[in-house]
């Protein structure tokens, strides 16, 4: 991968981009072929989620399968070639009040007419150091991208919220058997959600359950986890394949916090997919795209849909100001 340099310009650009994931990328394509010269600021997750995933084989125009790494690096390289700058920074603060719009990076200030916040939702980890190991090797956060390789295998989900609940659900598509794993007795996933989970044949649930380690390390493949139940201590192993986490994402938009519409859990509220709005009233300049404001379907190719629309919405509203 490219090897981006810190020194991030301090002169009023057309548009910055922030985020490097699918959707980020997506728009300094489309923006750097309308010949913005975008600046793309990578955050503290180069390439998004998918720089941590193995085989996608849900893209378009990829009949067997691309790396998920190779795939974001081949959108870098389409967006360079046309011009877009790659730069690494982490936002400190941001002013989108002023205009042009303000954003800090420490070390630097940047000025942009336009912003596109791509930033991506960051998915929750246990934060084991062998689940660390082995994401991309059995260990997952997306059901829909990686539940096909598990067909016909013994498979967990952990988590208590409808978003485990719809995960272990759609799994059962593939797997044998689904255990759901929660580390208390009470859920808080919705009565209806919990219900249908809990009455179908392949799930079996695990409450009161602590994961303490994934298995399989060494092997550099899911082999199974140890667990300990919370009220009896008893410490016990089971074999599985596939550990798939259903804790939900955190949005990467707090620095937004007060200047832009937000949702409970912290996601973008956008109209219209792309348009940001304080108070309900459109933010001028101001675009979002990919996970940090979708908390529904978070697919790469969603991503890239909405990067382009962003990209196209920037270069209408750059003309129609005189651009």
């Not at 923006?31 to 085989?55: C, D, F, M, W, Y």
């Not at 620095?255 to 912290?266: A, H, I, R």
Request: glycine share 10%.
């Amino acid at each position: 991968m490219s090897n981006p340099t810190s020194s991030i310009p301090s002169t009023t650009r057309d548009n910055v981009i922030l985020g490097s994931g699918c959707s980020g990328l997506t728009a300094a394509i489309y923006a750097a072929r309308s010949n913005l010269k975008p600046l793309v600021i990578e955050g503290h997750e180069p390439g998004g989620q998918l720089s941590i995933t193995t085989l996608v084989e849900n893209f378009p125009g990829w009949p067997d399968g691309v790396q998920g790494p190779e795939l974001v690096e081949n959108m870098r390289k389409q967006a360079e070639k046309f011009g877009a700058e790659m730069e690494m920074g982490h936002l400190v603060s941001a002013d989108l009040s002023k205009s042009p719009i303000e954003l800090n990076f420490g070390h630097k200030i940047v000025h942009t007419r336009t912003l596109i916040v791509a930033s991506g939702a960051s998915a929750r980890w246990l934060g084991l150091p062998s689940e660390q190991a082995l994401i991309g090797h059995g260990v997952s956060s997306c059901a829909t991208c990686d539940g096909f390789f598990f067909s016909g295998k013994v498979i967990c989900v952990i988590g208590g919220g409808d978003s485990a609940m719809e995960e272990a659900m759609f799994l059962t598509r593939f797997a044998t058997k689904v255990y759901l794993i929660h580390r208390s007795a009470q859920f808080r996933a919705s009565k209806i959600m919990l219900d249908r989970a809990m009455a179908h044949p392949q799930i079996e649930f695990l409450t009161n359950t602590i994961v303490e380690e994934v298995l399989g390390v060494e092997e550099k493949e899911v082999r199974g986890i140890r667990i300990r139940n919370s009220v009896s201590g008893e410490v016990s192993e089971i074999a599985l394949s596939g550990f798939f986490l259903g804790i939900g994402h955190t949005p990467n938009a707090k620095f937004f916090e007060g200047q832009m519409d937000l949702d409970e859990d912290g996601y973008i509220k956008s109209t219209e997919n792309v348009f940001t709005t304080k108070d309900g009233k459109v933010i001028p300049g101001v675009f979002c795209a990919g996970d940090v404001q979708d908390r529904r379907y978070r697919q790469a190719i969603t991503a890239a849909g909405t990067g382009c629309m962003a990209a196209l919405e920037v270069e209408k509203y750059l003309e129609e100001h005189g651009r």
